[in-house]
């Protein structure tokens, strides 16, 4: 049913390289090459990093391949004039519907069939059973007689419920057990013998195995206010028996505390930090759940750690342990924390090489907050933030390292701000239960959050792989006194700078007119660095810049990162300085916003003279600013000025510095964070270049149902395995290239909508360009099938009475025939509108006849049903 969309035999036994031959190859003999040429597939594409395998046959024969591939082309001559009717009618309104086309979604599902995860050569779609990602929802609330409503309490998840322990209801602390069933969404209590651990709050809880482990927490009488105290005691609950243990331990243990951290690792419960009912700790114990020996073992914690702190949640995800925030009095912060099992070593995890927007910031300081893991994602919500409940669910990416927000679904039922609930994971939602929301109230109710799990977006790891590998480069900077040259590539440098796309164009023009005196006028050149017709590359010369910081600059061009490698760590300061200087050069306000944050990261006693007396010899005055404004703290000054560094700066700056300290009023204000989201990114760039910048800088020509789309060789083959493996076999004649994909002629504005992605990672598809694109990822060799994911995602969003008949008239043409049927079903239903559009009066005379079939068929089985009714 789908073979003609999802690939015929044929398609799927070749692979990209062979199908991007046969097209480079069928050009070569339209313009007389002729000889036969075998060329190892594996060659063709020995860089290619996608997930897929392909199979690709050892060699290919391209001149023979290209009589197949001419006679393919002659098929399709003939049948032109058929597929042209109908693809003016399909194309009249599309681009009319981009309005309804679906939002951006960025996370991943574990379910056996999630998106991303299902397979090419079949489709899908069940509308009846769909869960709309993002959603929140709002579960049955646990009764009173079946557990109280509760705060500083823990939840754990195990296999398809959740089960609640503990905590304190605003009179006594608890000792219960209940549980929340996934599949019947109900509450219960848990079946429980021995003895189970005393009432108390603040304590933890971890699943290892069949078994939960409850350890330390604080007991006592809060009503009476007597006998409260910390606990270090382990309890054992066994889901399989419903049995209570404890656990006895001699040797070392645990100092007693609560409101401390746990976590299960290489079958160990691992204990961090809390409080002992005098002050906050951050000691590390763990402790082997398997085996026979049972003792506590204290850790020997290395790197950064995080300061003294209680009421944190962790999260564990490849091989470490995160730390978000928590009570840590004057040290309060909103830092992540990282702390790897295998090394035994913590870091903080700064955002100095990724430049910060306004959807990108750390969520603000707080405790009482939880923190979840799922897929590449750290999910928290809720907390006590400087005095304010907030209820939005933030998820830092542990790939791209950038903290944002969820924008959840319209229509979710969105819990309240509140403190001390607890949360788990379950399959693919999150579930979050109780907490004390305004004026100390507790609460029992319970709301689930839909994850939706796409493939990452590859974008800045496919340019920045294409840039180090230097693959069709065609310009080359020369920098510094010591000329050193640097190869990149036009598209991406012109798309990033300003400044640099006005000398690319300086060098260019200047460039023909060399060309034009020694071989007279006519000429045309153009830049070309690989491949069979080699042509010198464009040079661009910067004497002063510095070529370290300058290929920094490069590696964020593609990948909107400031990276910083070790070995720059010496004069790193020198270098971010340098850095900002070009950065100013070159017009690029948000890189050099993203120096400035680098550096007050970065700056400290040890190193502020020195930067201090960089900024003032180049004349950055911001730099000094911020030079000062560090140096004058009253907690800086006094061990700055005494050290022997401070001697040595020139006079001037001494003075300066002086008067500084002595009106601190006079402090000029600086910018670091006046914008969060100065400047641009490089999926906005991108987007401008394609759209209109980069019509100058356009290098091949893609011929799609007789319209041209002028492109860029660069940007194409650092996203796609099949333009990559046609360039570097041979350029196209005249750089023209015929599209398909598969045995499918997509419209115009479907390829459109595949260039966007293909440019700037763009996910919003109409439903009706969705139809045309699910082969894409496949064909073309994407890095994921993340575009694949959104196409399905954009159908089951998206198609509504307005865009039902181009989804119609898209399914019939790519023979997707469940969407056509449900098509048919939302024309039916909603027939008295989609009658009136316009878009009807351009369908075949065959879809009119479905659609009136359909109609007649729904009228039947509604008679049939009638007249069934003998009451009636």
């Known amino acids: 049913m789908l073979k003609a969309i999802l690939g015929s035999d044929s398609t799927t036994e070749s692979s990209q390289e062979e199908r991007a031959t046969n097209a480079a190859a069928s050009s070569s003999r339209h313009s007389g090459g002729s000889s036969c040429r075998s060329i190892s597939s594996s060659a063709v594409l020995s860089n290619s990093s996608s997930s897929y395998d392909y199979g690709t046959p050892p060699g290919v024969c391209m001149a023979c391949e290209a009589d197949k591939y001419q006679q393919q082309s002659h098929h399709q001559h003939h049948t032109e004039g058929e ?27 574990s379910k056996s069939v999630s998106p991303g995860s299902y397979s090419c050569n079949a489709l899908n779609v069940d509308f009846s059973t769909y869960t709309a990602t993002h959603q929140w929802s709002k579960m049955l609330e646990c009764a009173e007689f079946v557990g109280a409503k509760r705060s500083k309490h823990t939840v754990v998840a195990y296999k ?17 057990l209940i549980r929340f069933g996934i599949k019947d969404k109900s509450w219960g209590r848990a079946c429980a013998t021995g003895t189970p651990p005393a009432p108390r709050y ?36 066994e889901f399989q028996r419903a049995m209570w243990v404890e656990w006895k331990f001699s040797g070392r243990i645990p100092v007693a505390r609560s409101a401390h951290g746990a976590a299960v690792y290489d079958n160990k419960m691992w204990i961090y930090a809390g409080y002992d009912g005098n002050a906050r700790l951050n000691d590390m114990w763990t402790l082997n759940l398997t085996g026979e020996n049972h003792q506590w073992e204290e850790i020997e914690q290395k790197g950064d750690r995080p300061p003294t702190c209680c009421n944190f949640p962790v999260a564990v995800a490849r091989d470490c342990m995160y730390v978000f925030s928590g009570q840590s009095g004057m040290q309060i912060t909103n830092s992540l924390f990282e702390f790897n099992f295998k090394a035994r070593t913590w870091r903080r995890i700064g955002n100095e090489n990724v430049l910060r927007g306004v959807t990108s910031q750390p969520p603000s300081r707080r405790y009482g907050h939880t923190m979840v893991h799922h897929d590449r994602f750290l999910y928290v919500f809720g907390g006590s933030a400087d005095s304010t409940l907030p209820n939005d669910l933030h998820y830092y990416d542990l790939d791209t390292q950038v903290w944002s927000i969820i924008q959840p679904e319209p229509n979710s039922d969105i819990p309240s701000g509140r403190v001390f609930h607890a949360s788990a994971v379950i399959s693919d939602a999150m579930y979050i239960f109780g907490g004390t929301v305004d004026n100390s109230v507790r609460r029992g109710d319970t709301y689930r959050f839909q994850f939706s799990s796409y493939p990452k977006c590859t974008l800045r790891d496919d340019y920045g792989k294409f840039f180090n590998e230097k693959q069709f480069c065609d310009i080359q900077f020369v920098l510094g006194p010591e000329e050193i040259k640097i190869m990149a590539h036009i598209a991406f440098v012109a798309a990033r700078s300003k400044y640099l796309r006005t000398k690319i164009l300086a060098a260019r023009d200047a460039r023909q007119q060399q060309m034009e005196k020694v071989f007279g006028s006519g000429i045309e050149v153009r830049t070309c660095s690989s491949g069979p017709n080699q042509e010198p590359v464009l040079e661009v010369r910067l004497p002063n810049a510095n070529p370290e910081a300058f290929e920094i600059i490069l590696n964020y061009i593609y990948t909107d990162r400031i990276d910083l490698k070790e070995s720059y760590n010496k004069n790193i300061i020198i270098l971010i300085t340098d850095i900002y200087q070009l950065a100013g050069l070159f017009l690029m306000p948000r890189l050099a916003h993203g120096c400035i944050q680098y550096l007050d990261f970065k700056i400290n006693k040890n190193n502020v003279l020195e930067a201090l007396y960089n900024a003032d010899r180049k004349k950055i005055q911001i730099v000094k600013d911020h030079c000062m404004q560090f140096l004058v703290k009253e907690e800086n000054f006094t061990d700055v000025v005494m050290s022997n560094e401070f001697s040595d700066l020139e006079k001037p700056l001494l003075v300066e510095i002086i008067r500084k300290k002595l009106s601190p009023n006079k402090l000029v204000a600086t910018d670091s964070n006046a914008d969060k989201n100065v400047g641009t990114t490089l999926e906005s760039d991108m987007a401008v270049f394609l759209e209109s910048t980069g019509k100058d800088f356009c290098d091949i020509n893609l011929v799609l149902d007789g319209q041209v789309i002028a492109a860029h060789k660069s940007v194409l083959s650092a996203r796609t395995q099949y333009f990559q493996g046609m360039f570097r076999s041979f350029m196209p004649p005249d750089n023209t290239v015929n599209i398909s994909i598969g045995d499918i002629l997509p419209s115009v504005e479907a390829f459109q909508s595949l260039l966007r992605y293909i440019y700037y990672g763009e996910t919003k598809l109409p439903p009706q360009d969705a139809l045309y694109l699910f082969q894409a990822p496949h064909f073309y060799g994407l890095s994921n099938n993340r575009l694949h994911s959104f196409c399905k995602y954009s159908l089951e969003h998206n198609i509504t009475y307005e865009n039902v008949l181009q989804t119609l008239e898209a399914s019939d043409y790519t023979k997707i025939f469940d969407i056509k049927e449900h098509a048919l079903k939302l024309i039916v239903k909603d027939f008295a509108r989609v009658a009136r559009l316009p878009k009807i009066d351009c369908l075949s005379r065959e879809l009119l006849l479905e659609i009136i079939r359909a109609v007649a068929d729904s009228h039947g089985e509604f008679l049939t049903r009638i007249s069934i009714n003998t009451d009636i």
Not at 170 to 175: I, V
Not at 219 to 226: C, E, M, Q, R, V
């Open 83 to 109: 597929r042209k009717s109908r693809r003016s009618r399909m194309s009249h309104s599309s681009s009319s519907m981009r309005g309804t086309s679906s939002r951006g979604c960025l996370a991943n599902s």
């Open 160 to 176: 398809d419920a959740m089960y609640v322990f503990g905590g304190d209801n605003g009179k006594t602390m608890l000792n219960d």
């Open 202 to 237: 603040h304590h933890s809880a971890v699943v290892f195995g069949n078994s939960m482990f409850i350890f330390g927490g604080y007991t006592g009488d809060i009503h009476s206010n007597s006998n409260l105290t910390n606990k270090n005691d382990l309890f054992e609950y």
